[in-house]
């Protein structure tokens, strides 16, 4: 079981920007001194959902003020990157860190980021596969060029080189990719990549999300044992307390607020309809679903989704009071009184 923090940095009422981004590292730094396997990183920009705008760029700070444990995004939006940028970033970070970064990567939603960064509708609605692929040949080879719909560009070196790693694992990065639809899932099982699964969802939705990945990845060729041994991620919350129902009034609280202001933000870039979330009852479900509790009910809870779905590797959301020391708290008793529990 390899059970990681994630971090949105989010902006809570009443609280600036620079709040939350300091207890984003905060809660990293914490995280490693907790025995946690990871810290994730989300992205979003012009609203305080989360107000880390580029999450490799905080990899790299969190990378360097940490020893041992790993550091990925969750995730970068490629619709509004250049792939090849995003190779370079990735190719950087994880041979200076000695191969603790993982790139996730994700095709985000029609948001106005389209529209400031010029990528377009297109980008987002078609051109996410192209951009994948352009992004994997810049990991796994020497040279790259491309004539594609949406990058056309001569041969040129990868500098600096993925695989020329000195001291850590083969190859480059890890890459992981968001999926919330059967088209992503076959997308990403096709080139053989382990998935991100979000926190909306149950533990039936992603076993079936899990079996669909599988068939498909089998049917594209990959060989059996790589399937059987994918490193999909299960994204979720965390609450830690004596009393489940302590733990339940924490977030219920806190998570409300945040997600109204945060979600309300979301501009689309065609002006199509939003289904909005009601906050209060989505802030029920994930308390129901995630390990919000004592450690032993946390430690049940993921240990039961491991067991109907296959994955064992974890990324929760511990800012969920919207707290400095609350958050720090709960990563602590998460490394320290959940993981031992779960072997």
């Keep these: 079981m390899?059970?990681?923090?994630?971090?949105?940095?989010?902006?809570?009422?009443?609280?600036?920007?620079?709040?939350?981004?300091?207890?984003?590292?905060?809660?990293?730094?914490?995280?490693?001194?907790?025995?946690?396997?990871?810290?994730?990183?989300?992205?979003?920009?012009?609203?305080?959902?989360?107000?880390c705008p580029s999450a490799v760029t905080l990899a790299a700070l969190l990378l360097g003020r940490t020893r041992r444990i790993r550091v990925g995004t969750a995730v970068s939006v490629l619709p509004s990157a250049h792939p090849v940028a995003l190779g370079e970033q990735a190719a950087l970070l994880h041979l200076t860190s000695g191969g603790r970064f993982t790139l996730g990567v994700g095709r985000g939603g029609p948001w106005v980021d389209l529209e400031v960064f010029g990528a377009g509708l297109a980008a987002y609605e078609k051109g996410f596969p192209e951009s994948l692929?352009?992004?994997?040949?810049?990991?796994?080879?020497?040279?790259?060029?491309?004539?594609g719909d949406r990058f056309s560009f001569r041969e040129v070196a990868v500098v600096p080189r993925p695989d020329e790693l000195i001291d850590g694992p083969a190859g480059g990065p890890e890459v992981v990719v968001a999926c919330t639809s059967p088209q992503s899932v076959r997308l990403a099982a096709e080139r053989g990549l382990p998935?991100?699964?979000?926190?909306?969802?149950?533990?039936?939705?992603?076993?079936?999300?899990?079996?669909?990945?599988?068939?498909?990845?089998?049917?594209?060729g990959h060989p059996a044992e790589q399937v059987a041994a994918a490193g999909h991620v299960?994204?979720?919350?965390v609450q830690i307390a004596d009393r489940a129902d302590e733990a339940a009034e924490t977030l219920a609280k806190a998570m409300p607020g945040w997600l109204k202001q945060g979600?309300?933000?979301?501009?689309?870039?065609?002006?199509?309809?939003r289904a909005m979330r009601d906050p209060v009852a989505y802030t029920e479900l994930l308390c129901s679903l995630h390990p919000v509790g004592p450690p032993r009910l946390a430690a049940d809870r993921l240990a039961a989704t491991a067991e109907r779905t296959g994955i064992t590797r974890f990324a929760l959301l511990a800012e969920g009071s919207g707290d400095l020391a609350t958050t720090e708290e709960n990563v602590r008793r998460l490394g320290t009184e959940v993981l031992p529990l779960l072997g």
Excluded: I, N
């Excluded at 979600?263 to 309809?273: E, K, M, N, P, Y």
């Design 133 to 147: 692929d352009l992004l994997l040949r810049w990991l796994r080879e020497p040279r790259v060029g491309a004539q």
């Design 263 to 273: 979600l309300d933000a979301h501009v689309t870039v065609d002006g199509r309809h």
């Design 2 to 51: 390899r059970v990681g923090t994630f971090v949105l940095a989010a902006q809570f009422p009443g609280q600036g920007q620079g709040e939350a981004l300091h207890r984003a590292v905060r809660s990293a730094e914490v995280a490693e001194e907790a025995g946690l396997d990871a810290v994730w990183l989300a992205e979003h920009h012009f609203v305080p959902y989360g107000v």
């Design 234 to 237: 299960s994204a979720g919350v």
């Design 195 to 220: 998935m991100l699964l979000g926190m909306h969802c149950g533990d039936q939705e992603k076993a079936d999300m899990v079996a669909h990945w599988r068939t498909h990845a089998l049917a594209s």
